[in-house]
């Protein structure tokens, strides 16, 4: 076993942690929540699996400390906050605008399906929040005694994320069942419509209003 793996004294304060905090809602549940509900449930999962590609992009910057950028220099953190804002806005015009995607329940082409997967992983990206979270989260449970601290970080990233990954996963499916069940009615879907361009409004408020 690499001597830079954490013990289990470690390890499994660490995975409860993990597994708390992912529970929590937040941004990226969100951001997949909105997908689920105003797509499919494919565009659920493949925004859950772009949120992972940003969640990990995040560790590896933590890992090699860019993301103390964002905690040391306050106009870096204004730029990508509300770079992000501003790209939620966004999403919720295409969402509360476009007629042609709440009808397609089968099918996602595979255009839509990489745009789904880009919004994940942009909207993570950009929530400068989450770079300053991993950097204060992950270091608390690397122990400089055994080795690489960059490679402890991107293990305990790894894992994290896989936690909230099967997370985000599990809320597609359940979101993108509970769509299917009310795209009969147009009525319904012109509500979905309008619940989803909320959600990434709201959600682009959360991010804009964020603090250090």
Known sequence: MPHFLPDLATLLPFLAAALALNLTPGADMTMVLAQSLGRSRRA????ALGVAAGSLIHSLLAAFGVSALLQQSETAFLVVKYAGALYLLYLAWRAATDRSGPLQAAALPPRRAHRAFLDGVVTN???PKVALFILAFL??????SRGSVAAQILFLGLLFNIGGTSV???VAF???AARERILSSRRAVTVLRWITASLFVGLAARVALSER
Do not use: E, R, T
Request: charged fraction near 5%.
């Open 44 to 47: 659920g999962i493949w925004a």
């Open 125 to 127: 990206l950009f929530n």
């Open 139 to 144: 270091p608390q449970f690397v122990d400089p």
């Open 168 to 170: 985000l996963l599990a």
């Open 174 to 176: 359940s979101a993108g």
